[in-house]
């Protein structure tokens, strides 16, 4: 199995651009996570997919933060406009019914 | 009610030592508890989990310690070598309420250092 795939690995873009992160879970679960990690919050937990339907948004930020999940094997979060203090490493994960959250290998975002 | 708090922030330890980091919750209807392990530039890897009916999990040189009643539980990694140099971050879920689904409250991690 590849795991989780995330890309882009790296961005760099300018304050006011639209950012798009997109993620493919682990063929067959069916829970999928967007975390968000930097040194001064940690890893915060931004929305999570059960089944491709959004459970809880609670995390995201502000209304500039979106996500969507159009199918089970693919799933996107995207900042519109972004600004310099969202830059930080965004997380995708997986998981089925077993817990266990198996994540990707980041996108580190930095938003000049 | 819903955080998890590790402590130490970081630590620093000799090879062969055994670094040991704590975690405290306070939601009593948490009922797994993992722990992930992370590599600078990578993301969090699951390195063994507990549930509460147990007090102790081996697996390996890694072992879990779990306290019931103090609503504790810790990490120790026996033998410690320089490549178990990471960061580690307890987590807690509700397996319970199915609304819940996989949601992990993660501690704010812990920093370890293994000399050679």
């Known amino acids: 199995d590849a795991g989780v795939i995330q890309s882009p690995r790296h961005e760099v873009t300018e304050m006011g651009q639209e950012v798009t992160l997109r993620c493919k879970p682990i063929s067959g679960h069916d829970y999928l996570f967007w975390y968000r990690q930097t040194m001064m919050r940690g890893l915060e937990l931004l929305i999570y997919?059960?089944?491709?339907?959004?459970?809880?948004d609670s995390g995201m930020p502000e209304d500039r933060f979106s996500a969507k999940m159009p199918n089970a094997s693919f799933s996107t979060l995207k900042i519109q406009p972004s600004e310099p203090r969202d830059s930080a490493v965004y997380f995708c994960?997986?998981?089925?019914?077993?817990?266990?959250?198996?994540f990707g290998p980041g996108t580190r975002l930095t938003v000049l | 009610q819903q955080q998890v708090k590790q402590s130490p922030q970081s630590l620093i330890v000799q090879k062969g030592g055994i670094p040991i980091i704590n975690c405290a919750y306070e939601n009593t209807a948490f009922d797994y508890f993992p722990w992930y392990q992370q590599f600078p530039g990578k993301g969090p890897a699951l390195l063994i989990a507990i549930r509460p009916d147990v007090s102790e999990k081996k697996e390996g040189r890694f072992t879990i310690s779990f306290n019931k009643s103090a609503k504790q539980f810790s990490l120790h990694i026996m033998d410690s070598q320089p490549g178990d140099s990471a960061t580690y971050f307890c987590a807690a879920s509700i397996g319970k309420i199915k609304a819940a689904g996989n949601k992990l409250t993660f501690g704010g991690g812990t920093r370890v250092l293994v000399k050679p």
């Open positions: 997919f059960n089944n491709n339907v959004p459970i809880d």
């Open positions: 994960a997986s998981s089925s019914d077993s817990k266990a959250q198996f």
